[in-house]
């Protein structure tokens, strides 16, 4: 059974870094053919993907959050980050981490995490 478990801090000030760590048991981060995701959603809005990093290390981001998000990943702790540069008010959401996998034609999330929320506020 795989199982991600999300952590970091839940009050982040505006402009600073918002940085999250997915850990992972029950599974490799490295193992072919998954993908390693963080998803987020703000109050009374859908959930939004926001990255990728896959079983290689290759990384994937929405275009609208490109610009102030990172994930990279340590193999020797089996666990993968999340960094999100300048945060605003605006970026106040629950964050999730999800491993994906492809299914023939298609993509989806196997497992979540339980989600972890965050404020951005002074």
């Known amino acids: 059974q795989v199982q991600l478990q999300e952590s970091g801090p839940g009050l982040v000030k505006p402009s600073q870094t918002l940085s999250l760590t997915c850990t992972v048991s029950g599974g490799s981060i490295t193992s072919s053919y998954y993908y390693w995701n963080w998803l987020r959603q703000p109050p009374g809005e859908g959930i939004l993907w926001m990255g990728t990093i896959a079983y290689d290390g290759s990384t994937y981001y929405n275009t609208s959050l490109k610009s102030r998000t990172s994930i990279s990943r340590d193999t020797s702790k089996n666990l993968f980050s999340l960094q999100l540069r300048s945060v605003t008010p605006e970026d106040t959401a629950v964050y999730y981490c999800?491993?994906?996998?492809?299914?023939?034609?298609?993509?989806?999330?196997?497992?979540w995490g339980k989600g972890t929320q965050v404020t951005v506020s002074s």
């Open positions: 999800s491993r994906g996998t492809t299914s023939g034609p298609t993509f989806e999330y196997d497992y």
